[in-house]
Each structure stands twice: as C-alpha cells, then as structure tokens.
C-alpha cells in the first residue's frame, strides 16, 4: 500500500504562487511515475501534472503549462508542484498520485493522497 501525504496548499492572492509536496511511502519511490490533480466545486478530477519514473521528464495539462512545474526529488521520497500566476479558475482541491503498472506518460494513477486545498482569491 502507497500512501501519499500533500502539504502546502493555502490560500494566495491572484498573480501569486505556492508549492504543494507530496511525500510518499512508495518504496523505491523512483520507480513511480508522480501526478497531480486537481478539483474544483462542482467539476470532475483532472490532470495537471506527471513526472516520469525514468529521468524524470515533466508532462502537462495545457492549461497550466508554462505557469506549473513539477520536480522529484527521488532521495526525498516527495514530488513538488510549484505554481506561478495562479489564477481563480487554480482553486481546487489539489491530489497527488502514484503508479508503478502502466505506461510512464500515463495519466491514469492507482494511489491517492488527501488532498490539500489550494484558494486563489481575485
């Protein structure tokens, strides 16, 4: 069993950034490909961001890209999504996911966190 624990969320002004973590008790974690989601009120789940287990290379929705990046620190056990120029439509709760089964680009995860809430104010 995977478990994974988000901090960081929070509430920041429009224009403003924050850094979500996710430690995770997956072991080795580096082999994992990591993903965030997000949902907001009334929508369904969606992708944000994934890092690959090999080399770790980064993958994006289209609607955070350029603004969203997310990094592995494989020592750590954690995945990071930094967020820059967050906007009202960044409110949601943020998931951060774990898979070892499928493809590396994959936007489908077997392991959740909580969730941490994360609150853009316009």
């Known amino acids: 069993q995977v478990q994974l624990v988000e901090s960081g969320g929070g509430l920041v002004q429009a224009g403003g950034s924050l850094r979500l973590s996710c430690a995770a008790s997956?072991?080795?974690?580096?082999?994992?490909?990591m993903g965030w989601f997000r949902q907001a009120p009334g929508k369904e789940r969606e992708f944000v961001a994934g890092i690959t287990r090999s080399y770790g290379i980064p993958y994006y929705a289209d609607s955070v890209k350029g603004r969203f990046t997310i990094s592995r620190d494989n020592a750590k056990n954690t995945v990071y999504l930094q967020m820059n120029g967050l906007n009202a439509e960044d409110t949601a709760v943020y998931y951060c996911s774990a898979d070892n089964k499928r493809s590396e680009v994959t936007r489908a995860f077997d392991y959740w966190g909580q969730g941490t809430q994360v609150t853009v104010s316009s």
């Open positions: 997956a072991r080795p974690f580096s082999s994992y490909t």
